[in-house]
């Protein structure tokens, strides 16, 4: 007879491995044997998607999850993953679930995901907004409850936070804001902000105030106005924001001020990530104000359409110290004259790598743009090119590459097409 091997496993490794596994998994290796019965009550990790769960078992698996989070208070929880349909609250007591964990088992990790949102229920107890223990916090699809009801946010250990669709209630910004500065160690923010939040206000003004932010996320196409100060510590930004612009006859010259301003609080980041439409807001705002420099900016990757490219040279100009280039390239629909003749001082003193991706065969914006680096780069070592083409003919490919290795202006540099 075969022994069991993985049962002869002491108990803190098995332990592990269960913690690896969703919840449900974990729970059903008690009917394995006497020695595994209660082995998934230690697991450091609660993994739940209620749709892992078939609708007759979701209530009896609750009372499972009750008897997982009461047992060994003494013992802590590292993370609790909840995916789960709001539809479903009448069978999973989610805000308890949560107290307990905050309260009881001092959570590290918090990531919980509404599926099928309706924005009814608030699944934030007051708890969660005065851990002592919290490391990481991830609301998805989530109804928080209005701030101004907690008579304090702290949570000085919290590092990590993602905000993604969340509906505050009427006074959204204001909550972001108390939220954000109730996080004195924060390192890493991620802002989305793409659907209607319910937000009655005329108007929604975020502000970011996080001096120990190290990276920040920033999806937002809603708020009116946008301040981010004291980001001295910030390394990585990226950046999707159209800041809710109005374009029709004439520029909205109202979020000139915003725009300004935010490119401002963000100029001392060393890595920078810059969606399309917020280049075209760029685009169409630098011929009414000067871009902020940005002097520690050694790394951009950006995306592009040939009729923004105009852009490109003065938005470089206000990177003076970049070494690394990276352009998503698309050709637009609309007809512009392309006109790259001014020469930003990184071409000529820093810019070491450029890749410029999805380039089409032949298409004529795409190959000006590459010979604008080639021959204007004067520090340039490597410049990587690829296409969006499937299979580039031979006699194409022969004709690009003869194309670009007559041009270069850096002795050093290395083409490289694909």
Same mark, same amino acid.
């Given at each position: 007879?075969k022994s ?16 690896n596994?969703?919840?449900i ?12 019965e ?7 990790t ?16 609750a009372s499972?999850i009750?008897?997982?989070?009461e ?9 609790l ?8 609250v009448?069978?999973?007591p989610?805000s308890?679930?949560?107290?307990t ?14 599926q ?11 708890s ?44 959204g910004?204001?909550s972001v804001?108390k939220?954000?500065?109730?996080c ?5 923010l ?15 003004e975020?502000?970011v105030d ?14 009116d106005?946008i301040v981010?100060k ?11 924001s ?32 810059i %969606?399309?439409?917020t280049? $075209?807001? !760029?685009?169409? #705002?630098?011929? *009414? =104000? ?6 520690r ?15 490109l ?14 352009l998503?390239?698309s050709v637009s629909?609309?007809?512009?004259q392309?006109n ?28 000006k ?17 690829s296409?969006?083409? %499937?299979?580039?003919?031979? $006699?194409? !490919?022969?004709? #690009?590459?003869? *194309? =670009? ?12 097409i694909?």
């Amino acid at each position: 007879m075969k022994s069991d091997r993985i049962s002869e496993l002491p108990d803190p490794l098995l332990t592990q491995i269960l913690s690896n596994l969703p919840i449900i998994d974990s729970v059903k290796t008690s009917a394995l044997s006497k020695r595994w019965e209660s082995l998934w009550l230690n697991v450091s990790t609660l993994d739940l998607n209620d749709r892992d769960i078939a609708p007759p078992y979701k209530k009896l698996f609750a009372s499972f999850i009750d008897s997982f989070l009461e047992h060994n208070f003494e013992s802590r929880l590292q993370k609790l993953k909840i995916k789960y349909d709001e539809c479903n609250v009448n069978l999973f007591p989610v805000s308890e679930w949560i107290t307990t964990a905050v309260d009881l088992r001092g959570i590290q990790h918090l990531d919980v995901e509404i599926q099928n949102p309706m924005y009814v229920i608030d699944f934030t107890p007051a708890s969660v907004y005065k851990s002592r223990t919290l490391v990481s916090l991830k609301l998805r699809h989530v109804r928080v409850r209005n701030l101004f009801e907690v008579d304090v946010v702290s949570l000085p250990c919290l590092k990590i936070m993602c905000l993604e669709n969340v509906c505050y209630g009427k006074e959204g910004a204001l909550s972001v804001e108390k939220l954000i500065s109730g996080c004195p160690v924060l390192e890493d923010l991620d802002l989305v902000r793409k659907c209607n939040d319910l937000v009655k206000t005329l108007r929604y003004e975020v502000e970011v105030d996080a001096p120990g932010l190290e990276y920040m996320s920033f999806k937002d196409s809603q708020s009116d106005r946008i301040v981010v100060k004291n980001l001295s510590s910030l390394v990585k930004i990226d950046v999707d924001s159209e800041f809710n612009v109005k374009f029709g006859d004439s520029e909205d010259l109202t979020k000139s001020d915003t725009i300004r301003d935010f490119l401002t609080g963000v100029s001392t980041v060393r890595q920078m990530i810059i %969606s399309e439409p917020t280049l $075209e807001i !760029l685009y169409r #705002y630098s011929k *009414l =104000l000067p871009v902020a420099e940005f002097q520690r900016l050694y790394h951009l990757q950006a995306a592009f359409s040939s009729s923004s490219l105009q852009l490109l040279p003065a938005f470089l100009e206000s990177c003076p110290n970049l070494k690394s280039l990276v352009l998503d390239f698309s050709v637009s629909t609309e007809s512009e004259q392309i006109n790259l003749t001014n020469v930003p001082r990184c071409l000529t003193s820093t810019l070491e790598c450029v890749e410029i991706n999805k380039l089409i065969t032949k298409e004529e914006t795409g190959i000006k743009l590459v010979n604008y680096f080639l021959e204007n780069a004067a520090v340039l070592k490597k410049l990587s090119v690829s296409f969006t083409d %499937s299979a580039m003919p031979d $006699e194409d !490919l022969d004709t #690009y590459k003869e *194309l =670009l290795t007559s041009t270069k202006r850096s002795r050093i540099c290395q083409v490289s097409i694909s």
